[in-house]
């Protein structure tokens, strides 16, 4: 993988060369650096590339998500909103309508699923349970996306809602049975009795005609 990366920037570099100007090479070679953790060139890069093309919400939003990453929530919420106010002058435009609403709550956002689960785990990392559970629910209906079950359900655990927790995993396994090797993953090693009982609780979910049997590994740190 590492090389094919290695051909990629090459390639892209080599298109650089000829278009300095050029948005979508920059922003391939964000993405790439993303991945191999150089989060702090790809934010370089996306910025680079909102430059380039302002109006460009996947532009907008992977700066935001490059800004979650370095832990600034706040900044990337504003990023996230300043995206979504976008879509909405785009979609009034297209219509011929007004510009759109102001993008200050879930409710009135675009049916982007990206920017309502990005935007509900800034709000979650950033302590904002209630929030969080509202943003992620909205893109949770957009797309039942694996990492927005697991966020949601972490969101009600970390205010208390265990049996609201326990509902959206169950929830979660019944749309794919592979999200329950994740949420025990993500769960492994936690030693508190109520996240140990929502982890036991899905040994009793039935998937696929069978009980499932992935093991939950103990450790004394929490994950």
């Not at 919400?57 to 800004?67: A, K, M, P, R």
Request: aromatic fraction near 6%; charge should be positive.
């Amino acid at each position: 993988m590492s090389h094919e990366w290695d051909a990629c920037l090459a390639a892209i570099e080599q298109q650089l060369q000829r278009s300095p100007s050029c948005e979508y090479p920059l922003y391939v070679k964000a993405l790439i650096f993303r991945q191999r953790g150089r989060i702090h060139e790809s934010l370089a890069l996306f910025q680079t590339a909102t430059c380039l093309n302002p109006r460009s919400t996947n532009n907008l939003t992977q700066v935001g998500h490059s800004l979650a990453l370095l832990g600034k929530h706040k900044q990337a919420l504003t990023v996230y909103a300043e995206a979504a106010k976008t879509v909405q002058e785009q979609a009034a435009a297209a219509k011929g309508g007004g510009k759109g609403g102001s993008g200050s709550s879930s409710g009135s956002w675009p049916e982007d699923w990206a920017l309502l689960h990005h935007s509900g785990a800034s709000h979650l990392a950033l302590g904002r349970h209630d929030e969080a559970v509202s943003w992620l629910t909205r893109a949770l209906k957009v797309l039942p996306h694996e990492a927005t079950y697991v966020l949601l359900g972490k969101a009600h655990e970390q205010r208390g809602a265990f049996a609201q927790a326990q509902l959206i995993y169950q929830a979660a396994v019944r749309d794919d049975a592979n999200t329950l090797e994740c949420i025990l993953r993500k769960e492994r090693g936690m030693t508190h009795l109520k996240h140990v009982t929502l982890c036991i609780i899905f040994f009793g979910v039935c998937v696929g005609g069978r009980f499932a049997t992935i093991p939950i590994a103990a450790s004394s740190t929490p994950a």
